[in-house]
């Protein structure tokens, strides 16, 4: 009888150890057909280039080919809702930014919850914005430009390529920090917003590097601040926000995500080598020509930072009351 006992405890411990065994070799073979990587914005744009580097570089390291598949519109929404719904097994995939953390409070009805219904793997890069004004306008630093916007309360427009984007809830977050009132101007895109703003129309303007750069270079515009809280390589000579404005800090980033339930150890495995590429010299250097600063880290740090940004610009949101166009 102890013969048949012992045995029959084997066998079950066998049994009990196989869909670990078989979660493992799963894993292990990941990916055995090409992967998706949905991206929420047009082809051309600094999201699509850097999922085609991420795209490129898990195709060599990973022995299948990842494809990127272009889903624009609704404020990035559309892309999100098809990645939450698509099967958990890790063959789709989205790049997603820092639209993600802001619309879960502009949208008062979305088919999902973003923290809820995503699997983070890993966060990619972060970008600051510069704060950059007209060349004529008369203030030459963060602290002037506090100065006469007080002594001209709504005489300065600034410019944003649209409501509720970065852009945007980044001059709300100033305009609270600092007591000031200026009035937004959206406009449809970064493009025509900058054409303004180099034309004197408006006076303002948070906008990304890669967008900016190179105006602020020509002397077209002149910046006065980087949003993040360090200094910007390219532009090593032009001072944070925060050191006038004690404890600003904005940045928009992107993370890499899957479905919610897809299985941890793909999960682990798609973050070790998201990480090894954020390693890699040439990446890095082509990250930073995007604007990007490399920001590896676990999924669970992901996770947090997105909590923490979808509260951050929640609250922003809130208290300027913006709504969703």
């Known amino acids: 009888?102890?013969?048949?006992?012992?045995?029959?405890?084997?066998?079950?411990?066998?049994?009990?150890?196989?869909?670990?065994?078989?979660?493992?070799?799963?894993?292990?073979?990941?990916?055995?057909?090409?992967?998706?990587?949905?991206?929420?914005?047009?082809?051309?744009?600094?999201?699509?280039?850097?999922?085609?580097?991420?795209?490129?570089w898990l195709s060599e390291r990973l022995g299948q080919t990842f494809v990127i598949e272009n889903r624009p519109g609704a404020a990035t929404n559309i892309a999100t809702e098809a990645v939450v719904n698509a099967p958990p097994d890790g063959y789709t995939l989205l790049l997603f930014d820092t639209s993600s953390?802001?619309?879960?409070?502009?949208?008062?009805k979305l088919n999902f919850n973003f923290i809820r219904d995503i699997a983070p793997i890993g966060a990619v890069t972060r970008f600051p914005l510069v704060m950059d004004v007209n060349p004529a306008f008369p203030a030459k630093s963060v602290p002037e430009f506090i100065a006469y916007a007080k002594a001209n309360p709504n005489k300065?427009?600034?410019?944003?390529?649209?409501?509720?984007?970065?852009?945007?809830?980044?001059?709300?977050?100033?305009?609270?920090?600092?007591?000031?009132?200026?009035?937004?101007?959206?406009y449809r895109g970064a493009a025509p917003a900058l054409a303004d703003l180099i034309g004197g129309q408006v006076q303002v303007s948070f906008d990304s590097t890669a967008?900016?750069?190179?105006?602020?270079?020509?002397?077209?515009?002149?910046?006065?601040?980087?949003?993040?809280?360090?200094?910007?390589?390219?532009?090593?000579?032009?001072?944070?926000?925060?050191?006038?404005?004690?404890?600003?800090?904005?940045?928009?980033?992107?993370?890499?995500?899957?479905?919610?339930?897809?299985?941890?150890?793909?999960?682990?495995?798609?973050?070790?080598?998201?990480?090894?590429?954020?390693?890699?010299?040439?990446?890095?250097?082509?990250?930073?020509?995007?604007?990007?600063?490399v920001f590896p880290g676990s999924p669970d740090d992901l996770a947090r930072h997105i909590t923490a940004e979808t509260e951050k610009w929640g609250k922003v949101i809130r208290a300027a009351n913006i709504k969703a166009e």
Request: net charge positive.
């Open 211 to 293: 967008a900016s750069l190179e105006f602020i270079r020509t002397g077209k515009l002149r910046a006065l601040a980087v949003t993040t809280a360090r200094r910007l390589e390219a532009l090593p000579d032009v001072p944070t926000v925060g050191d006038s404005v004690a404890g600003f800090e904005a940045s928009g980033w992107y993370g890499l995500a899957a479905p919610k339930k897809t299985a941890p150890d793909i999960v682990d495995k798609l973050n070790r080598e998201l990480n090894a590429a954020l390693a890699d010299s040439k990446m890095k250097t082509r990250l930073a020509e995007l604007g990007g600063m």
């Open 156 to 186: 300065i427009n600034m410019a944003s390529p649209g409501t509720g984007g970065l852009n945007h809830v980044t001059g709300e977050l100033f305009k609270t920090m600092t007591g000031i009132q200026m009035l937004h101007v959206p």
């Open 1 to 56: 009888m102890k013969l048949l006992r012992r045995k029959f405890l084997r066998l079950a411990a066998g049994a009990a150890a196989l869909p670990v065994l078989s979660r493992v070799a799963k894993a292990q073979a990941y990916p055995t057909r090409p992967v998706r990587i949905v991206v929420p914005y047009a082809a051309g744009g600094g999201t699509d280039i850097t999922a085609r580097l991420l795209a490129q």
């Open 101 to 108: 953390a802001t619309n879960a409070t502009l949208y008062e």
